[in-house]
């Protein structure tokens, strides 16, 4: 056998790519869903927020029950991850809303800088403002 040959990480040349994130959340209510991802990207929580219809099976209060959401990926930097669970704690109508984080990793270097620069609150002169998800 002939040992296994590694690539360099393209990490080294993405600005900051560590700290580019995805905060996850789901909801029942479709309109919900769009008034919290709305308010978290105003807010400069999150650079855009992705909403997708999922099926969800669960059990709750000893009961398993099944339903529609709405998947919520809001796209952010690792800084901003708890003020952003605070927001969407307080806009959600779940007892429990599940919310968990997951590391955005090989980030193209483009769109790693525009996630950053939109979460900064800055806009850089002549920036694409056409950069989506």
Same mark, same amino acid.
């Given at each position: 056998?002939?040992?296994?040959?590694?690539?360099?990480?393209?990490?080294?040349?993405?600005?900051?790519?560590?700290?580019?994130?995805?905060?996850?959340?789901?909801?029942?209510? /479709?309109? *919900?869903?769009?008034?919290?991802?709305?308010?978290?990207?105003? %807010?400069? &929580?999150? !650079?855009?927020?992705?909403?997708? =219809?999922?099926?969800?099976?669960?059990?709750?209060?000893?009961?398993?029950?099944?339903?529609?959401?709405?998947?919520?990926?809001?796209?952010?930097?690792?800084?901003?991850?708890?003020?952003?669970?605070?927001?969407? /704690?307080? *806009?959600?109508?779940?007892?429990?809303?599940?919310?968990?984080? %997951?590391? &955005?990793? !090989?980030?193209?270097?483009?769109? =790693?800088?525009?996630?950053?620069?939109?979460?900064?609150?800055?806009?850089?002169?002549?920036?694409?403002?056409?950069?989506?998800?």
């Amino acid at each position: 056998m002939s040992p296994v040959t590694r690539l360099p990480c393209p990490d080294a040349a993405i600005p900051d790519s560590s700290s580019a994130v995805a905060v996850i959340t789901t909801i029942d209510d /479709r309109e *919900l869903a769009r008034t919290m991802a709305h308010a978290v990207v105003e %807010q400069g &929580l999150a !650079a855009c927020v992705q909403i997708s =219809a999922i099926e969800s099976v669960y059990r709750w209060e000893g009961a398993v029950g099944e339903g529609q959401e709405w998947r919520l990926s809001c796209k952010t930097r690792r800084e901003l991850v708890e003020p952003l669970k605070q927001a969407i /704690r307080t *806009l959600h109508s779940y007892t429990v809303p599940e919310l968990h984080v %997951q590391p &955005l990793f !090989a980030v193209d270097a483009d769109y =790693a800088q525009w996630l950053l620069d939109e979460t900064a609150g800055t806009r850089p002169a002549g920036g694409n403002a056409n950069a989506t998800n």
